[in-house]
Nanobody, 121 residues
Framework: QVQLVESGGGLVQPGGSLRLSCAAS????????MGWYRQAPGKDREFIAT???????GYADSVKGRFTISRDNAKNTVYLQMNSLKPEDTDAYYC???????????????WGQGTQVTVSS
Protein backbone atom coordinates (compact mmCIF):
# COMPACT_ATOMS: atom_id res chain seq x y z
CA GLN A 1 0.00 0.00 0.00
CA VAL A 2 1.40 3.37 -1.05
CA GLN A 3 0.42 6.66 0.56
CA LEU A 4 1.23 10.23 -0.40
CA VAL A 5 0.63 12.66 2.45
CA GLU A 6 0.71 16.40 1.81
CA SER A 7 1.17 19.16 4.34
CA GLY A 8 1.82 22.89 4.44
CA GLY A 9 -1.32 24.38 2.94
CA GLY A 10 -3.20 27.24 4.53
CA LEU A 11 -4.26 30.86 4.26
CA VAL A 12 -1.75 33.47 3.11
CA GLN A 13 -1.95 37.08 2.00
CA PRO A 14 -1.20 38.09 -1.60
CA GLY A 15 2.54 38.36 -2.08
CA GLY A 16 3.21 35.85 0.67
CA SER A 17 4.86 32.44 0.64
CA LEU A 18 4.00 28.87 1.53
CA ARG A 19 5.93 25.63 1.37
CA LEU A 20 4.12 22.39 0.61
CA SER A 21 5.55 18.98 1.44
CA CYS A 22 4.54 15.52 0.29
CA ALA A 23 5.96 12.31 1.71
CA ALA A 24 5.52 8.99 -0.05
CA SER A 25 5.42 5.91 2.16
CA UNK A 26 4.63 2.22 1.99
CA UNK A 27 5.84 -0.48 -0.33
CA UNK A 28 8.01 1.54 -2.72
CA UNK A 29 10.70 0.08 -4.94
CA UNK A 30 11.59 3.21 -6.89
CA UNK A 31 10.13 6.61 -7.68
CA UNK A 32 10.39 8.18 -11.11
CA UNK A 33 8.73 11.56 -11.31
CA MET A 34 7.14 13.47 -8.45
CA GLY A 35 5.16 16.62 -8.85
CA TRP A 36 2.31 18.93 -7.99
CA TYR A 37 -1.05 19.67 -9.56
CA ARG A 38 -3.90 21.91 -8.49
CA GLN A 39 -7.62 21.84 -9.01
CA ALA A 40 -10.49 24.24 -8.40
CA PRO A 41 -14.04 22.96 -7.89
CA GLY A 42 -15.63 22.07 -11.20
CA LYS A 43 -12.39 22.41 -13.16
CA ASP A 44 -9.81 19.99 -14.55
CA ARG A 45 -6.68 19.22 -12.57
CA GLU A 46 -3.89 21.55 -13.69
CA PHE A 47 -0.19 20.68 -13.89
CA ILE A 48 2.07 22.88 -11.76
CA ALA A 49 5.53 21.37 -11.51
CA THR A 50 7.42 18.09 -11.82
CA UNK A 51 10.84 16.76 -10.86
CA UNK A 52 12.67 13.59 -11.88
CA UNK A 53 14.86 11.44 -9.67
CA UNK A 54 17.94 13.13 -11.10
CA UNK A 55 16.57 16.59 -10.37
CA UNK A 56 15.33 17.75 -13.76
CA UNK A 57 12.39 20.07 -13.31
CA GLY A 58 9.49 21.43 -15.33
CA TYR A 59 6.95 24.14 -14.55
CA ALA A 60 3.69 25.50 -15.82
CA ASP A 61 4.07 28.97 -17.35
CA SER A 62 1.69 30.37 -14.73
CA VAL A 63 4.12 29.61 -11.88
CA LYS A 64 7.57 29.93 -13.49
CA GLY A 65 9.82 32.23 -11.50
CA ARG A 66 7.52 32.09 -8.45
CA PHE A 67 7.36 28.39 -7.51
CA THR A 68 10.28 26.03 -6.96
CA ILE A 69 10.01 22.25 -6.77
CA SER A 70 12.62 20.17 -4.97
CA ARG A 71 13.00 16.62 -3.78
CA ASP A 72 14.70 14.60 -1.07
CA ASN A 73 15.18 11.13 -2.54
CA ALA A 74 16.33 9.66 0.77
CA LYS A 75 13.03 10.68 2.36
CA ASN A 76 10.81 10.05 -0.70
CA THR A 77 9.59 13.60 -0.23
CA VAL A 78 8.84 16.38 -2.68
CA TYR A 79 8.48 20.06 -1.82
CA LEU A 80 6.90 23.05 -3.49
CA GLN A 81 8.13 26.47 -2.41
CA MET A 82 5.54 29.03 -3.48
CA ASN A 83 6.51 32.70 -3.45
CA SER A 84 4.74 35.87 -4.61
CA LEU A 85 1.40 34.14 -4.24
CA LYS A 86 -1.61 35.58 -6.02
CA PRO A 87 -5.35 35.15 -5.35
CA GLU A 88 -5.57 33.11 -8.55
CA ASP A 89 -3.24 30.55 -6.97
CA THR A 90 -6.08 29.60 -4.61
CA ASP A 91 -6.83 25.91 -5.17
CA ALA A 92 -6.53 22.45 -3.72
CA TYR A 93 -2.98 21.24 -4.39
CA TYR A 94 -2.31 17.56 -5.07
CA CYS A 95 0.94 15.65 -4.88
CA UNK A 96 1.73 13.13 -7.63
CA UNK A 97 4.25 10.33 -7.85
CA UNK A 98 5.00 7.87 -10.63
CA UNK A 99 6.54 4.87 -8.91
CA UNK A 100 7.11 1.13 -8.84
CA UNK A 101 6.21 -1.05 -5.89
CA UNK A 102 8.55 -3.86 -6.94
CA UNK A 103 11.16 -4.70 -9.57
CA UNK A 104 8.57 -6.87 -11.35
CA UNK A 105 5.88 -4.21 -11.77
CA UNK A 106 5.41 -1.28 -14.12
CA UNK A 107 5.34 2.23 -12.76
CA UNK A 108 1.94 3.64 -11.80
CA UNK A 109 0.62 7.05 -10.84
CA UNK A 110 -0.33 7.78 -7.25
CA TRP A 111 -2.00 10.87 -5.77
CA GLY A 112 -2.21 12.53 -2.41
CA GLN A 113 -5.46 13.60 -0.80
CA GLY A 114 -4.91 17.29 -1.46
CA THR A 115 -4.12 20.33 0.65
CA GLN A 116 -5.94 23.64 0.37
CA VAL A 117 -4.07 26.84 -0.43
CA THR A 118 -6.02 30.08 -0.08
CA VAL A 119 -4.50 33.43 -1.07
CA SER A 120 -6.59 36.28 0.25
CA SER A 121 -6.29 39.54 2.13
Amino acid sequence: QVQLVESGGGLVQPGGSLRLSCAASGSIFSINRMGWYRQAPGKDREFIATITGSGNTGYADSVKGRFTISRDNAKNTVYLQMNSLKPEDTDAYYCHANLRVSWATYAKDYWGQGTQVTVSS
